[in-house]
Each structure stands twice: as C-alpha cells, then as structure tokens.
Nanobody, 114 residues
Framework: QAQLVESGGGLVQPGGSLRLSCAAS????????MGWYRQAPGKQRELVAT???????NYLDSVKGRFTISRNNFKNTVYLQMNSLKPEDTAVYYC????????WGQGTQVTVSS
C-alpha cells in the first residue's frame, strides 16, 4: 500500500529556512513525478513545486529562487528546501506522488511568524 510521510514542518521567523522531507513506500518511486502542494486557511490547495524522475523541476512563481525541490531515488525521498520564508508561505504542505495513480501525504504545518 502506498504511503507518503512528510516531516520537517514547524514554526520559523520570517527570513528563516526549513527543509521538508517526504518518504515514500509501497510505490516504484522512480516512476513517479513527485510534488509539493500547500493549502493556507480559507484558500485552495496550490502546487508549489514538482520534480520528475529525471530531475526536471517546476515551481510556483512566488517561490522561485527561494525554494528548491530535490529527490533521492535510492532513498525514495523527496525534499523541499525553503529559504527566505515569508508569512505568506504559512500553510499545510502536502507531498504528492503522481503517475497512473495519485497519492497524498497527511501534510505538515509550516508557520512563518515573528
């Protein structure tokens, strides 16, 4: 059974950094496009970044230059390095795996506040 488990969220001051991790199991990881989405209170879930098996990446415009998505196909893990965090980055961040099927993690809270 597919399972995605996120970790690394927390409270950080504006300008700070966090690194999110998502460990996948029960899927052939290298065949999946991996992504990070986020959902702030009262807002729709939005795509933050994706990475293909070949390490091609795509980013939401507002995070370009601040966030970096990466993956380790040997560890079945995808990462999101978030730098220069802003209060508007506050949201629940979800890991996503997509191929013929689509799977979601349970989410991890990121709060950017002084």
């Amino acid at each position: 059974q597919a399972q995605l488990v996120e970790s690394g969220g927390g409270l950080v001051q504006p300008g700070g950094s966090l690194r999110l991790s998502c460990a996948a199991s029960g899927i052939t990881f290298r065949l999946y496009v991996m992504g990070w989405y986020r959902q702030a209170p009262g807002k729709q879930r939005e795509l933050v970044a994706t990475i293909t098996s070949g390490h091609n990446t795509n980013y939401l415009d507002s995070v370009k230059g601040r966030f970096t998505i990466s993956r380790n196909n040997f560890k079945n893990t995808v990462y999101l390095q978030m730098n220069s965090l802003k209060p508007e980055d506050t949201a629940v961040y979800y890991c996503n795996a997509e191929s013929a099927q689509k799977y979601w993690g349970q989410g991890t809270q990121v709060t950017v506040s002084s």
